[in-house]
């Protein structure tokens, strides 16, 4: 069994990377995607994208990271995957799943799953120039408009030579309404030889013991539920261990965003980026967490990160003072 991290582009970067994992439950994680064009990326790129690569493509807290691709073109991806490699990268993994308009528009992720046959080429392509020892993973989605070539596409990239498949349980168009098809996600794992990791809408615990039931598959990835719920991982590897399910308390959850808010100051301090991360994880959390919503509120008009990080540490003291009256 295997926790995986989703790489989910604005959302889940280096900095959500090192927190969630610090926090614990996952074995890996893959980064958000590395666009290949008609440029091949320098160093400089690469860590911008994936700083992991520098610290032995780990996390702070010793979780592996996965560099992810996405693009079309078969020849300059491979030229792009020896750099990385070259730079220290030790596993690539290539997208066929990315939603976002302006991505397919350019041919690249979700909209390649209309072309089975250039999919394999690409995988194809990859596995012929890389290194054997490098492995070599792919993302998909079900399929673009429907699920017609949802098996096609999933033969093509295990045909290609990659050594296992992570599958989103939507298509494109359906982007992230509920709900995700699981039962999908078995016919693709019985059609392929390759490990296939489940994908989409595992928000809680029971939402990860009900998807490995219908789908079949021992391994799991989460995204927008990892966000929302940041010990979800967590709660998951102490139910797969038989320990006892212990779910955060909202203190405990309040250091994490002084945590987080204190990384993304490390990150960038000069620019909008840490209280508009901040904002953006509140607004996500909030959906579970009544406090979260609170905390919010409280932060909503502020944009100087000196304004915001009284509040949260005020907040964070708050929530251990009725821990302990509890």
Known sequence: MQLILAPMQGLVDDVMRDLLTRIGGFDECVSEFVRITHTVHSRQTWLKYVPE????????????????LLGSDADNMAVNALEAIRFGA??????????APTVNKHKGGAVLLKEP???YHIVRTL????????PLTGKMRLGYEDKTLALECAAAIADGGACALTVHARTK????????HWEWLRRIRE???IPVTANGDVFTLQDYIDIKNVSGCESVMLGRGAVMRPDLARQIKQFEQNQAVSEANFAEIAGWINLFFDLCLAKEANNKYPVARLKQWLGMMKKVYPQAGELFESVRTLKE??????????????????????
Do not use: H, M, S
Request: with cysteine; net charge negative; aromatic share 6%.
């Open 173 to 180: 168009v359906e982007g992230y309404e509920p709900p995700a």
């Open 90 to 99: 030790d596993k690539i993994d290539l997208n066929f799943g990315c939603p």
């Open 53 to 68: 690569i520098a610290n032995g493509n780990r996390t702070f807290a010793g979780i592996p990271c996965t560099v992810q």
């Open 305 to 326: 990160a000196d304004d915001v990080r009284p509040v949260l540490q005020a907040f964070e003291r708050q929530q251990q003072e009725l821990v302990c009256l509890a």
């Open 127 to 134: 596995r012929q120039n890389l290194p054997a020892e490098i």
């Open 191 to 193: 059609a392929v030889t």
């Open 117 to 119: 046959e250039l999919i």
